[in-house]
T-cell receptor, first 118, second 109 residues
Framework: GAVVSQHPSRVICKSGTSVKIECRSL??????MFWYRQFPKQSLMLMAT?????????EQGVEKDKFLINHASLTLSTLTVTSAHPEDSSFYIC??????????????FGPGTRLLVL | DAKTTQPTSMDCAEGRAANLPCNHS???????VYWYRQIHSQGPQYIIH???NNETNEMASLIITEDRKSSTLILPHATLRDTAVYYC??????????FGAGTILRVKS
């Protein structure tokens, strides 16, 4: 149980284009999903918290107009990197928490999406 | 959430127990100790978490000191596939996971 998937697993795009990454909780519902970014040899950095049916909450320094987050259902959140540039090349990882008794519990992570912008 | 301190790296012989320490001296009463690991180029994997009592599951055991200022993750019989970065995180339910640098565990044959 508690499986989170991401699609695509890797993507290469040209500078200036937009890329959409999907995050799905396969066997549970998640009111809250999280998006992280990880640069080589660094730790995970939280980008934003995605809440179903409401606007995402972005961490300081993360541009909300560049990284669009949509949490359309209790099992799907999407991250769109708009007008991608080479410096956006990174490993993007999502996580989700099963909701029980109204409290957020353990986060389970997706396998990650490697983005390379040429 | 409380800051945690972990050794940068550790080595362990295959088949032996791997004991990974974590200090969280400023942990509050509502904060759980979570352990995740990240194998190269994959998303983090949940291992175990606890509040006060020691915990055990199919992957590992978590030993938390009585004063809750430190804990140890124990992998009872390490294999080469356990080579990964291990993260110890103190977090209150409903808060955000903040990842530090973690401990690089290298299991050697």
């Amino acid at each position: 149980g508690a499986v989170v998937s991401q699609h695509p697993s890797r993507v290469i795009c040209k500078s200036g284009t937009s890329v959409k990454i999907e995050c799905r909780s396969l066997d549970f519902q998640a009111t809250t999903m999280f998006w992280y970014r990880q640069f080589p040899k660094q730790s995970l950095m939280l980008m934003a918290t995605s809440n179903e049916g409401s606007k995402a909450t972005y961490e300081q320094g993360v541009e909300k107009d560049k990284f669009l987050i949509n949490h359309a259902s209790l099992t799907l959140s999407t991250l769109t990197v708009t007008s991608a540039h080479p410096e956006d090349s990174s490993f993007y990882i999502c996580s989700a928490s099963p909701m029980t008794s109204g409290t957020q519990e353990t986060q389970y992570f997706g396998p990650g999406t490697r983005l390379l912008v040429l | 959430d409380a800051k945690t301190t972990q050794p940068t790296s550790m080595d362990c012989a295959e088949g032996r127990a791997a004991n990974l320490p974590c200090n969280h001296s400023t942990i509050s009463g509502n904060e759980y100790v979570y352990w995740y690991r990240q194998i190269h180029s994959q998303g983090p994997q949940y291992i175990i978490h606890g509040l006060k009592n020691n915990e055990t599951n199919e992957m590992a055991s978590l030993i938390i000191t009585e004063d809750r200022k430190s804990s140890t993750l124990i992998l009872p019989h390490a294999t080469l596939r356990d080579t990964a970065v291990y993260y110890c995180i103190a977090m209150e339910y409903g808060n955000k996971l903040v990842f530090g640098a973690g401990t690089i565990l290298r299991v050697k044959s």
